[in-house]
């Protein structure tokens, strides 16, 4: 199963003065996703999964349109570190994406530059 979900989810994350950048808990910051699960009518797999995430992120605001063109799909190695975008995918096992964290066998992650923000989730039953 492959779907997309469309949007940047940089908003997700916030950053404490004394902490470090932490997913939002918010409702409000999630509701744009979880309306866009929901349309999709995805019934909970079980295991065992392979699930392989391709987080597309936005170009730096301050690059020129020279670099952002050269930076358009190469791996996106600054700002939002893989350890946060970990937490978005549990966001989507509480929405009832998959059903339970042991049942994902293997896990594929990438991040990459785009002037598309969104999510891409290929989900297989092995």
Do not use: W
Not at 25 to 49: A, D, V
Not at 109 to 116: E, G, I, L, N, Q
């Amino acid at each position: 199963m492959k779907f997309v979900l469309v949007g940047d989810i940089s908003p997700l994350f916030i950053k404490h003065k004394s902490e470090p950048l932490v997913f939002h808990k918010s409702e409000k910051c999630r509701i744009n996703y979880r309306n866009q699960l929901e349309e999709l009518q995805i019934e909970p797999l079980h295991g065992p999964l392979h699930l392989e995430v391709t987080f597309y992120l936005p170009l730096p605001l301050k690059s020129n349109q020279t670099k952002k063109k050269a930076l358009q799909g190469l791996p996106h190695t600054s700002g939002t570190k893989v350890t946060y975008l970990l937490q978005f995918i549990e966001f989507l096992r509480q929405e009832g994406f998959y059903h339970d964290d042991c049942s994902v066998a293997s896990l594929e992650v990438r991040k990459v530059y785009s002037d598309d923000p969104r999510t891409e989730f290929t989900l297989v039953e092995l």
